[in-house]
Each structure stands twice: as structure tokens, then as C-alpha cells.
């Protein structure tokens, strides 16, 4: 079955940094866009970035500059390098396989998420 599984969440100070990770199992990773969706307290999700099978990147506007998605097709692992880190930025982190390698596709797996907190 199709798992995802996060990890890198925790507590730093702002302008610091985190890499998060999510492993994939149950399919084959190199052939589907993967994206980092979050949900900050109280708030609705978000799109945060993705990566299609062919590496094109994309970025919500708000973490342009200081976020990097990547990933390890070997490894079947994404990645988020996350810079320069906000209070903002606080939520829970969640990686999300796409329905198929289109950006408008939605997706249909996602990870149980791992919690981001920035605060000094």
C-alpha cells in the first residue's frame, strides 16, 4: 500500500533551518509529482511546493527564495530544505502524491505530516 512518511519536523528560531524528508513506499515514486502542502493552527491547508517527474519545481509565493524542494528517486525520498525560517512558517508539514505528473491533477496519498514550529 502507498505510504508516505515525514520526518525533520521541530522547534527552531526564526532565521534558522530545517530539511524535512518523506519517505515513499507502495509505488513507484520516480513516476509521480510529489508536493508539501501545510496547515498552520487554526488555518486551512496550503500548497507549499512540488516537483514533477522531470524536476520542474514550483513555489508558493511566500517561500520563493528560501525553500528547496528535491528529490532522490534512488532513495524514493523528497525533500524540503526550508531557509531563513518565519514564526509564519509554523504548521504541520505534509507530503502528498500526485494523482498523476500534472500540476493541475490533485492529489491522493498523503503523509501523517511532521510539525514545523519557529519561534525564539
Known amino acids: 500500500q502507498v505510504q508516505l512518511v515525514e520526518s525533520g519536523g521541530g522547534l527552531v528560531q526564526p532565521g534558522g533551518s530545517l530539511r524535512l524528508s518523506c519517505a515513499a513506499s507502495?509505488?513507484?515514486?520516480?513516476?509521480?509529482?510529489i508536493s508539501w502542502v501545510r496547515q498552520a493552527p487554526g488555518k486551512g491547508l496550503e500548497w507549499v511546493s512540488g516537483?514533477?517527474?522531470?524536476?520542474?519545481?514550483r513555489y508558493v509565493d511566500s517561500v520563493k527564495g528560501r525553500f528547496t524542494i528535491s528529490r532522490d528517486n534512488a532513495k524514493n525520498t523528497l525533500y524540503l530544505q526550508m531557509n531563513s525560517l518565519k514564526p509564519e512558517d509554523t504548521a504541520v508539514y505534509y507530503c502528498?502524491?500526485?494523482?498523476?505528473?500534472?500540476?493541475?491533477?490533485?492529489?491522493?496519498?498523503w503523509g501523517k505530516g511532521t510539525l514545523v514550529t519557529v519561534s525564539s
Open positions: 502528498a502524491k500526485g494523482i498523476v505528473n500534472t500540476w493541475a491533477s490533485g492529489m491522493d496519498y
Open positions: 516537483i514533477s517527474v522531470g524536476t520542474n519545481t
Open positions: 507502495g509505488f513507484t515514486f520516480s513516476n509521480y509529482l
